[in-house]
């Protein structure tokens, strides 16, 4: 998924490592958006921002997809999706990912590595 991450000029030089941006989000140091969350900031609000550089960041890599979601799921159910645009249809994907993740991925995660002989790490003993 692209972001747009917003990291402060006095802490990052404009030419960061795309990793020490992500980095830097994780440790509440930066800011993420999606792109229709960054239009909503710059559209609606007083956006006047020089104290942050601005990088898009395609951050997808090493992540594999769980499930997509598209219109004709919507319509099977019985909405009419003939006016809802993309940006719509990313904040429910954005939504329904949120929501497996907070209620099934992390108790599903062991039982099906198990299931496919996903081998666990060793445990490393210290040496004294």
């Given at each position: 998924?692209?972001?747009?991450?917003?990291?402060p000029v006095e802490k990052?030089?404009?030419?960061?490592?795309?990793?020490?941006?992500?980095?830097?989000?994780?440790?509440?140091?930066?800011?993420?958006?999606?792109?229709?969350?960054?239009?909503?900031?710059?559209?609606?609000?007083?956006?006047?921002?020089?104290?942050?550089?601005?990088?898009?960041?395609?951050?997808?890599?090493?992540?594999?997809?769980?499930?997509?979601?598209?219109?004709?799921?919507?319509?099977?159910?019985?909405?009419?999706?003939?006016?809802?645009?993309?940006?719509?249809?990313?904040?429910?994907?954005?939504?329904?990912?949120?929501?497996?993740?907070?209620?099934?991925?992390?108790?599903?995660?062991?039982?099906?590595?198990?299931?496919?002989?996903?081998p666990q790490r060793e445990?490393?003993?210290?040496?004294?």
């Amino acid at each position: 998924m692209i972001y747009i991450y917003l990291f402060p000029v006095e802490k990052f030089e404009r030419s960061a490592y795309n990793e020490t941006i992500i980095r830097a989000w994780k440790d509440g140091e930066a800011e993420r958006y999606t792109l229709e969350d960054f239009a909503e900031l710059i559209n609606d609000e007083d956006f006047c921002d020089t104290a942050n550089w601005v990088r898009v960041i395609d951050d997808d890599s090493g992540f594999f997809k769980i499930t997509s979601v598209h219109r004709n799921d919507l319509e099977s159910i019985g909405y009419d999706t003939s006016r809802v645009g993309d940006a719509t249809m990313e904040r429910l994907a954005s939504k329904l990912a949120d929501d497996y993740c907070e209620q099934l991925f992390w108790s599903s995660l062991p039982i099906l590595a198990d299931y496919l002989e996903i081998p666990q790490r060793e445990e490393v003993e210290e040496a004294c």
